[in-house]
């Protein structure tokens, strides 16, 4: 039985505990509007970017000389997988989300005996795989100076990425983070960036676009900026996703530490009560006893 | 018949210029300036360092792009750019930087002679730019 004393500074621990959370979690609703505008900023650029490689895609009747990028290299051997995870915990699940579902990927991949390689964006990220991961992880970014999401950052990463392609590095390359859907529900995704999956939707949309230079050209200018675009994409996602996070988690903490501060303070009314109980009856048989 | 059509100008972070009421926009493409006009045909197309001059009724905008994508389509240009600035608000010494880290790079002896001639057509922009 803890004394009252006892009692007293855990009530005071856990209040106090709680004050953060809450603080926490105004922060991240704060941060998560803002976020939130981000990312429905940015999807137009993204969508239109994919219009336009559709258009052009459709466009090309040489599949065989057309870009690596969008055609693969022909083969499947080595897969890379980014990994886009937050700079900071105490956010609930959302890390140790992304994490599973590339988990579950990558035993895949090792399992059909071919080359996997990681990049981790982000250091959680890093933190969780690479006890297990270790030997892996070819890279490991992190971008904890820049306070905003900037497409300068993703442009890097996609720049990376072009550089190994062009080395012959890897066959196959994949991303994944977690999409917003609202506050409480982020979606992990895996989206495969290399070679670029079409959706295939021949409703004989054809426009004969007229094209300056030649279509294999603006291709192939075209795709390593999409890769950019489709990390930065992911980018802003994943951090409106992890700001709502973040806020379900410390809504839940200080709901939690709310429920432990009453459980406390009965259980030290309740001891207190004892004590001046025992101490009455102590005095009353005491007089007695005279 | 109104002879207007619709501009877009999107940056990764935003959605940079919306417009429905332009009669001519002027846009460096790569392989030289393109006005369009209403009802041209589809056209994809990627940018040079230049110029966009967006002409509507009531006004003339400028913007300064770096690089892009333009795509023409059922009257609505789409401009995808990552780096534009008005030419209102130009800020000096974001030009004169520009200017000199093109320079740098132009001072180097191994890039090839397309990047030699868009780094030129840069400095010769912004050049223009901040005499005005």
Known sequence: MPSLDDLRKRITSVKSTQKITKAMKMVAAAKLRKAQENAEKGRPYSEKMNNVILNLSKSITDKENAPKLLVGTGEEKVHLCIVLTADRGLCGGFNTNIIKKAKIYFEKIISENKTLKIITVGSKGYDQLKRQYKSYIVENISFKESKNINYFDADKVGKIIIEKFEKNEFDVCAIFYNKFKNVITQIPQEQQIVPLNEDKDDSGNDNDYEFEPDEDEILSNLLPKNISTQIFKAMLENSASEQGSRMTAMDNATRNAGELVDRLTIEYNRSRQAAITKELIEIISGAESL | ?132
């Open chain 2, 1 to 132: 018949m109104s002879n207007h059509f619709n501009i877009d100008i999107v940056n990764p972070e935003q959605s940079f210029l919306s417009k429905d009421n332009v009669f001519e926009v002027v846009i460096p493409a790569v392989e030289g300036e393109i006005g369009i006009l209403k009802d041209h045909i589809p056209i994809i197309s990627f940018l040079k360092p230049g110029i966009i001059r967006v002409f509507s009724e009531s006004e003339e905008q400028s913007f300064y792009v770096e690089d892009g994508i333009v795509e023409f389509k059922d009257n609505t240009l789409s401009v995808l750019t990552s780096s534009i600035f008005n030419l209102k608000d130009a800020d000096k010494n974001f030009v004169s930087e520009s200017i000199s880290s093109a320079e740098a790079e132009l001072s180097k002896d191994n890039i090839d002679d397309q990047k030699r001639f868009l780094l030129n057509h840069k400095v010769e922009v912004l050049k223009s730019i901040s005499i005005n």
